[in-house]
T-cell receptor, first 112, second 112 residues
């Protein structure tokens, strides 16, 4: 019954590896987001998709690539992981761009 | 389980009315507290935060919040709301420097 789910909840990996975080929503929403919670716990928007189309791409390294196979899923793939990528990543969904968002539980990524 | 509750799901006010939005969190040790705001058509923005020190925190646009440790509360207040304050307001808590946990949000509508 979880509305917005993320897997895995915790991810520990070595520098240089490639990893993916998955996000799924069962709310029938058209819009999905990825946020990064930085070291000061501030939330920063990374990407937003609407109907599988990228509509927001903030200043994020090219190593980060979102993929939306369908409206219910927005996965985040990260290449060549760096120490500075360690953070908590939140997925969210909304009925349409700019409307109220529903957050996933977050994925804590630790790069060693 | 650690959780955040926002009891007011939808608040409707006239301009110049005073605002107080409730936020309660479950006990869990050291907490950092946040209020985020999402204006119509926009993304989340940080309104204010509490890490330590003076429990009365002032944020942007005339908002303030008071951390009352004995009540596990961090209510958001504004003496006189404006039409432009119409937005979704999210309370968030970080326990022991862990990831953010969001409340379900409060929709504020202000009518002229």
């Amino acid at each position: 019954d979880t509305a917005v789910s993320q897997t895995p909840k915790y991810l520990v990996t070595q520098m240089g590896n490639d990893k993916s975080i998955k996000c799924e929503q069962n709310l029938g929403h058209d819009t999905m987001y990825w946020y990064k919670q930085d070291s000061k716990k501030f939330l920063k928007i990374m990407f937003s998709y609407n109907n599988k189309e990228l509509i927001i791409n903030e200043t994020v390294p090219n190593r980060f690539s979102p993929k939306s196979p369908d409206k219910a899923h927005l996965n985040l793939h990260i290449n060549s992981l760096e120490l500075g990528d360690s953070a908590v990543y939140f997925c969210a969904s909304a009925p349409k761009p700019g409307s109220r968002q529903y957050f996933g539980p977050g994925t804590r990524l630790t790069v060693l | 389980a650690q959780s955040v509750s926002q009891h007011n799901h939808h608040v409707i006010l006239s301009e110049a009315a005073s605002l107080e939005l409730g936020c309660n969190y479950s006990y869990g040790g050291t907490v950092n507290l946040f209020w985020y705001v999402q204006y119509p058509g926009q993304h989340l923005q940080l309104l204010l935060k509490y890490f330590s020190g003076d429990p009365l925190v002032k944020g942007i646009k005339g908002f303030e919040a008071e951390f009352i440790k004995s009540k596990f509360s961090f209510n958001l207040r504004k003496p006189s709301v404006q039409w432009s304050d119409t937005a979704e307001y999210f309370c968030a808590v970080s326990y022991n420097t862990d990831k953010l946990i969001f409340g379900t949000g409060t929709r504020l509508q202000v009518f002229p």
